[in-house]
């Protein structure tokens, strides 16, 4: 966890500009990154993360794990390239754990997908008892491995496919529109498309109008917040981190600006990552291919 002390702005500052280069850690040739691309995700095969993670490269070998924190270390420890993380949705909101894994680990985000959210019942009975699992795929899995006849599971439609499950009902969901963006964290940029979001992190000090004083960093300059969030401080009892989102490329000259003004005051300021924002990609384009310029 990084020491949230008033004097070390400047410092913090240009240790993340150096930690995020977009030039890092890019030794290895396109060829090289090709056969070695593993993704890790959270959950069974069939969980959501696992089709997000497919959308970066349908052909990747994945690697399923147990935990958020699981799919931080396969990146870290380096069988896995990539990791993929839900992070927010359009109907629970944010996924704070990954929000303070991300301060937690020097891992930088490379990139984003959207995911719609679309559940089926594998099996249908009167009288259900609901028992939770840790994740959606996990629950076909447990009844599919002890061949539980007297229960049903909510999961997608690949886990169905995966366990050998019938989907009796397709797209019990309470809002259609029910979608979830996922980050993805890697040790080198994933690809060449040029980076036009930024997520940082930063702390403010406790008096009037130090929020105001922030964004304003970012209005004057006509950069497009599109998320603000707050997170306690472990042991800081009520300060806060503040997560945002800026629809600019971190080296835009007036995204540079406004993140070297926000570390004038900032007690604490890191970037957590540059990278290209989502795009739905063409009815008749695969998912993946934006991506795979360098993969």
């Not at 229960?151 to 797209?171: D, H, K, M, P």
């Not at 929020?211 to 006509?222: E, I, N, Q, W």
Request: with cysteine.
């Amino acid at each position: 966890m990084e020491s949230f002390g008033g004097t070390e702005s400047a410092e913090t500052w240009q240790e993340v500009a150096a930690f995020n280069s977009p030039t890092l850690e890019l030794s290895h040739s396109p060829t090289a990154i090709q056969s070695a691309m593993r993704i890790a995700y959270q959950g069974e095969p069939g969980a959501f993360s696992e089709a997000a993670a497919r959308q970066v490269k349908a052909d990747a070998e994945l690697v399923p794990c147990r935990g958020f924190e699981d799919v931080f270390e396969s990146v870290k420890a380096g069988p896995a390239a990539y990791g993929v993380l839900p992070i927010e949705n359009t109907i629970g909101g944010s996924i704070h754990r990954n929000f303070d894994l991300l301060l937690e680990n020097h891992l930088p985000i490379v990139g984003e997908i959207e995911l719609p959210v679309v559940h089926n019942l594998l099996r249908t009975l009167s009288g259900v008892e609901v028992i939770a699992t840790y994740d959606t795929a996990g629950s076909a899995k447990l009844i599919a491995e002890q061949k539980m006849s007297d229960a049903a599971a909510i999961a997608s439609a690949r886990a169905a496919e995966v366990f050998g499950l019938n989907a009796l009902r397709t797209s019990i969901q309470d809002y259609e529109h029910n979608v979830t963006r996922f980050l993805i964290i890697g040790r080198r940029p994933l690809s060449d498309v040029p980076p036009d979001k930024t997520t940082l992190v930063f702390t403010l000090p406790n008096e009037p109008g130090a929020l105001f004083k922030a964004l304003s960093v970012f209005a004057l300059r006509g950069l497009d917040l599109t998320k603000l969030e707050s997170r306690p401080i472990p042991g800081r009892k009520w300060e806060y981190l503040f997560y945002a989102d800026l629809s600019a490329a971190r080296d835009d000259l007036k995204c540079t600006r406004a993140l070297s003004h926000l570390a004038e005051f900032a007690p604490m300021l890191r970037v957590l990552g540059s990278y290209p924002s989502y795009k739905p990609a063409p009815a008749d384009t695969p998912a993946a291919q934006k991506f795979e310029s360098l993969a």
